[in-house]
């Protein structure tokens, strides 16, 4: 009986994958398009992507030591049978930057030592490929210049050439400019910085370079004045080559159930499930019609691994191992930090669920207050993504419910600054509203929160402000998926509650909510007239043949409220 592909959750060791007989998706087949392309390659990618895994598969596939067991190390992956001539051709030395870490009195010293031992275990590991005593040779010099220089020597003296892949090439640097400041980040990768300096050393030393990180920041820095590399970040032929395509999840379920570990499990059902949270990435412009929307690989892992030991969805959606990730991001964006400009930018993804924009390819850190620049870097962290073309800018859009939730988080602790919301008030009425479909308790309820913290008009005024808000309040409702802006016969909803059933099978009631605002000092005719307006909007809304399909049994609610100023000045059932 042939061997069970398990998962390889949390696993980005390629050989070890391969070894032990591990499920994989196939990305071989990017490697010819890489090596036509340049030498000096960078690629940026939000976390969880499986960019260590592919940088993992990338230095087995080069490497010179594994250049007779490649047939057995790739077997049934597309390249085992379209192997390039660079194959198993080079010396390949691996950094991961994430291993390093410190303040800054002590971040060169554990820089050089950290890059000291990765050269050493180089010298050690290709010896055979050298004299006699070449590693006790790089072992003996002090440092890591000296070290990296020595190989760089006698490899070139040798014709051999070497390959340098670069893992979370930002990761300290980033961590520097947001807990210590510009002006110490400027320091470490401008002039004499000393990762500016290692990048110099860098130039001309390999005979191919990849590097991968989360943000173009630190590259535009370290290496402004000299190009080290090609940004193909943006470039459509390589949108897919990280993360998983929606054949490729189907794929993996169909094995799965065909092994009996998704036993009784439909096919259809689960991609509905993970389509909403982990899904609709798009990394290239010319890619946005073209290519499918791409899944958050490590999510779709933990996911399928959860029901396959359960039987269940996972509760949360979200991996709890993602939370030191969202940590990173919030200072990394200094949420917390934010003038008011940036804010408002904030405000304004979550309230429409997308903002136009010119994506920038590359900035420095003392530019990151620009507009564009910010609303890029949202981009780059995987917290917008590309959802259409609007002219020479974009359509850029949140991706899923699991980034959604990340802007709520962040609003949430925005207004309970201002006024302590009562969140367990708020999850009981919302439980009544889904369950019995005692929908008005919820919305004065809404209503009252919002009143409470009128102070928020220092954030933002109006419609939007108040969409913002019942956004984020709506994100503490566990029965449903509340998706703003949803597209509806011909229009956009304000918010459509679609029910989480296979979750919470005993929910009963989905709504459809259409939020009016009016100016604290707008007319009794202008607010006649809005009324009137919303009550045919929603109407048109609920005739949509995609509003049947989504609520399936449950029984829908259309839910006008209209906002005067603070205030609550009408809610109705339509």
Same mark, same amino acid.
């Given at each position: 009986?042939? +061997?069970?592909?398990?998962?390889?959750?949390?696993?980005?060791?390629?050989?070890?994958?391969?070894?032990?007989?591990?499920?994989?998706?196939?990305?071989?087949?990017?490697?010819?398009?890489?090596?036509?392309?340049?030498?000096?390659?960078?690629? &940026?990618?939000?976390?969880?992507?499986?960019?260590?895994?592919?940088?993992?598969?990338?230095?087995?596939?080069? @490497?010179?030591?594994?250049?007779?067991?490649?047939?057995?190390?790739?077997?049934?992956?597309?390249?085992?049978?379209?192997?390039?001539?660079?194959?198993?051709?080079?010396?390949?030395?691996?950094?991961?930057?994430?291993?390093?870490?410190?303040?800054? *009195?002590?971040?060169? +010293?554990?820089? @050089?030592?950290?890059?000291?031992?990765?050269?050493?275990?180089?010298?050690? $590991?290709?010896?055979?490929?050298?004299?006699?005593?070449?590693?006790?040779?790089? +072992?003996?010099?002090?440092?890591?210049?000296? =070290?990296?220089?020595?190989?760089?020597?006698?490899?070139?003296?040798?014709?051999?050439?070497?390959?340098?892949?670069?893992?979370?090439?930002?990761?300290?640097?980033?961590? %520097?400019?947001?807990?210590?400041?510009?002006?110490?980040?400027?320091?470490?990768?401008?002039?004499?910085?000393?990762?500016?300096?290692?990048? =110099?050393?860098?130039?001309?030393?390999?005979?191919?370079?990849?590097?991968?990180? %989360?943000?173009? !920041?630190?590259?535009?820095?370290?290496? /402004?004045?000299?190009?080290?590399? /090609?940004?193909?970040?943006?470039?459509?032929?390589?949108?897919?080559?990280?993360?998983?395509?929606?054949?490729? %999840?189907?794929?993996?379920?169909?094995?799965?159930?065909? %092994?009996?570990?998704?036993?009784? =499990?439909?096919?259809? #059902?689960?991609?509905?499930?993970?389509?909403?949270?982990?899904?609709?990435?798009?990394?290239?412009?010319?890619?946005?019609?073209?290519?499918?929307?791409?899944?958050?690989?490590?999510?779709?892992?933990?996911?399928?691994?959860? !029901?396959?030991?359960?039987? +269940?969805?996972?509760?949360?959606?979200?991996?709890?191992?993602?939370?030191?990730?969202?940590?990173?991001?919030?200072?990394? &964006?200094?949420?917390?930090?934010?003038?008011?400009?940036?804010?408002?930018?904030?405000?304004? #993804?979550?309230?429409?669920? $997308?903002?136009?924009?010119?994506?920038?390819?590359?900035?420095?850190?003392?530019?990151? &207050?620009?507009?564009?620049?910010?609303?890029?870097?949202?981009?780059?962290?995987?917290?917008?993504?590309?959802?259409?073309?609007?002219?020479?800018?974009?359509?850029? &859009?949140?991706?899923?419910?699991?980034?959604?939730?990340? $802007?709520? @988080?962040?609003?949430?602790?925005?207004? @309970?600054?201002?006024?302590?919301?009562?969140?367990?008030?708020?999850?009981?009425?919302?439980?009544?509203? *889904?369950?019995?479909?005692?929908?008005?308790?919820?919305?004065?309820?809404?209503?009252?929160?919002?009143?409470?913290?009128?102070?928020?008009?220092?954030?933002?005024?109006?419609?939007?402000?108040?969409?913002?808000?019942?956004? *984020?309040?709506?994100?503490?409702?566990?029965?449903?998926?509340?998706?703003?802006?949803?597209?509806?016969?011909?229009?956009?909803?304000?918010?459509?509650?679609?029910?989480?059933?296979?979750?919470?099978?005993?929910?009963?009631?989905?709504?459809?909510?259409?939020?009016? $605002?009016?100016?604290?000092?707008?007319?009794?005719?202008? *607010?006649?007239?809005?009324?009137?307006?919303?009550?045919?909007?929603?109407?048109?809304?609920?005739?949509?043949?995609?509003?049947?399909?989504?609520?399936?049994?449950?029984?829908?609610?259309?839910?006008?409220?209209?906002?005067?100023?603070?205030?609550?000045?009408?809610?109705?059932?339509?």
């Amino acid at each position: 009986m042939e +061997k069970i592909k398990l998962l390889p959750y949390g696993i980005s060791d390629f050989k070890q994958i391969q070894r032990e007989g591990k499920y994989i998706v196939d990305k071989t087949m990017y490697i010819p398009r890489m090596e036509t392309t340049d030498n000096f390659l960078f690629l &940026i990618r939000p976390r969880r992507f499986g960019k260590s895994l592919f940088l993992s598969m990338l230095r087995a596939y080069y @490497d010179i030591s594994e250049r007779d067991n490649f047939k057995n190390l790739f077997h049934g992956l597309w390249i085992a049978s379209h192997p390039t001539p660079e194959q198993g051709q080079f010396q390949v030395m691996y950094f991961d930057y994430s291993r390093i870490g410190g303040n800054t *009195a002590v971040l060169e +010293k554990n820089f @050089d030592a950290y890059c000291s031992k990765v050269v050493d275990e180089f010298a050690d $590991y290709y010896q055979q490929y050298y004299p006699e005593g070449f590693a006790d040779d790089v +072992k003996s010099q002090p440092g890591f210049r000296d =070290k990296i220089n020595l190989v760089y020597l006698k490899a070139q003296r040798l014709g051999h050439p070497l390959y340098l892949i670069i893992d979370e090439y930002d990761n300290f640097t980033n961590t %520097v400019l947001n807990e210590e400041g510009e002006a110490v980040y400027h320091a470490l990768t401008h002039a004499n910085g000393f990762y500016r300096d290692i990048f =110099k050393l860098f130039k001309g030393m390999f005979a191919r370079i990849l590097m991968m990180g %989360v943000s173009p !920041v630190t590259m535009d820095d370290v290496t /402004s004045g000299f190009n080290i590399a /090609s940004n193909i970040s943006l470039r459509p032929e390589f949108n897919m080559m990280l993360g998983f395509s929606e054949d490729d %999840v189907r794929m993996m379920i169909r094995y799965y159930q065909s %092994v009996g570990m998704l036993d009784g =499990k439909d096919e259809e #059902v689960l991609i509905e499930e993970m389509k909403p949270w982990y899904n609709n990435y798009c990394f290239a412009r010319d890619a946005v019609d073209t290519d499918p929307k791409m899944f958050n690989c490590d999510m779709v892992l933990y996911y399928l691994n959860r !029901v396959m030991q359960t039987g +269940k969805s996972p509760s949360p959606m979200i991996d709890p191992n993602t939370r030191t990730d969202y940590a990173k991001m919030r200072k990394l &964006i200094q949420i917390d930090a934010l003038d008011n400009y940036r804010l408002n930018i904030i405000h304004e #993804v979550t309230g429409k669920g $997308y903002i136009i924009a010119e994506l920038k390819e590359s900035f420095d850190a003392s530019r990151l &207050i620009d507009r564009e620049n910010f609303i890029s870097l949202l981009f780059y962290y995987g917290m917008l993504t590309i959802g259409g073309i609007d002219g020479a800018d974009l359509r850029l &859009i949140i991706p899923n419910n699991n980034v959604r939730l990340q $802007y709520y @988080d962040w609003l949430l602790k925005e207004y @309970d600054r201002i006024a302590e919301i009562d969140t367990f008030r708020m999850k009981e009425v919302f439980k009544r509203a *889904a369950l019995d479909g005692e929908w008005r308790p919820m919305m004065e309820h809404l209503g009252k929160t919002y009143e409470d913290s009128s102070s928020v008009r220092q954030l933002m005024e109006g419609e939007r402000n108040l969409q913002g808000f019942i956004t *984020a309040m709506l994100s503490l409702n566990p029965y449903y998926l509340a998706a703003p802006e949803m597209e509806m016969n011909h229009g956009y909803c304000d918010f459509f509650l679609m029910p989480d059933l296979n979750r919470y099978p005993m929910v009963r009631h989905s709504y459809i909510l259409e939020l009016k $605002y009016l100016k604290a000092d707008a007319t009794e005719a202008e *607010a006649l007239r809005q009324w009137t307006e919303a009550v045919e909007q929603i109407r048109g809304y609920a005739e949509g043949r995609r509003v049947c399909q989504l609520i399936r049994d449950t029984q829908l609610h259309l839910i006008v409220m209209q906002v005067k100023g603070f205030e609550t000045l009408r809610t109705e059932e339509i």
